[in-house]
Structures are given as structure tokens and as C-alpha cells.
């Protein structure tokens, strides 16, 4: 990759031309990786959306990402979640829903932890990095709901409950989706 690298990343994720981002990955996959994470931490929204479809679009390209890199970097957004890696995983659940979505033989491993921050108590979330986990199950859709059910009513309560309106629509939005839009 040139030296300039920098720049074309953010270029091509600027664009969202997601295959100048494929082809940059070609030749440098961990510097691509290392641009997306630090913007996926963003506090500007449409940068850290950027990201998440950046990496949606990596892990789309299995030429780009084969199934060990793809598993390597869920392991890494896992560790991101836990709580002795010091990070605040601003970004990481919809970077994780993304891949997944995309990326259905990794759901085995990593749909369980995703989910697990909706419906266990040690592994909750609060703000936006639970927005972030209500979105993600949403955009992995009816999968989610149907091997966790529990998913479905943590939604429920949330859509209803959730003292955050902006986490209550979010939670409408996904209901809607992990159930394919039937009546729950």
C-alpha cells in the first residue's frame, strides 16, 4: 500500500465506495481494519456508521476477509465489550450485527455473546453502546429471534419501556425486524 493509505481509506469510506475499500483491503488489510476501528469509536454518528458498513462490506468479501480473520476480529470486538479491556465500545455491537449479518456461519459463536447483552444481567449495556446491541440484533433479523427468544421479549420491553426515547424506537424498529414484522 502507498504511503498515502490514509487518505485513500478515508477517501473510499468517505464515498462509501466499498469496493475501492475491498481493494485497498487486498493490500493492506490491518491498516484498513486499524482506520475502521478508530473511526467506528467516533463521536460523530455518520462516521461510526460509515464504519460499521465498512466492516459489513469487508466481511461481505470472503476473499477480503476468509472465516479466521473474520472470527479474529469478532474475538477482538468481544474483547472490546468486556469490561478489563478499558475501551467504552462505543460502535462495537453494530460493527458485530453487521458482520453477522452478512457472516451467517459465525452467528454459532457470536450471536450468543451479542444477544447476551440484552438479556443477561452481567453482560448488560447502558446508553449507546445498548442502543448499539438493539440495533444489531435488529439488523441480524429473524435469526436472532428465533434461536433467542428472550431477544424478543428484552425488545418487547424495551420498545414499550425504555425510559430513552430514542432506545425505545431503536427497540420498535429491531422488534420489527427480528420478527419479520409480525404481531409478537
Known sequence: MRSDWKQEIEAAVSRQDWDALRDLAQGG???VVRFLMGRLYSGDDSEKWRAVRGFGALAADRSVLDSHRAADLMRRFVWALNDESGS????????MGEILAVRSELRP??????CSLLTQEEMSQTGPV???AIWAVGRIGPPAGQQFPEVVKALQAAASGHPDPDTRQTAAHSLAAVTGGLAT
Open 130 to 132: 445498548e442502543r448499539g
Open 88 to 95: 467504552v465500545p462505543y460502535g462495537v455491537p453494530e460493527a
Open 29 to 31: 488489510l490491518p491498516r
Open 109 to 114: 459463536v457470536f450471536l450468543p455473546i451479542l
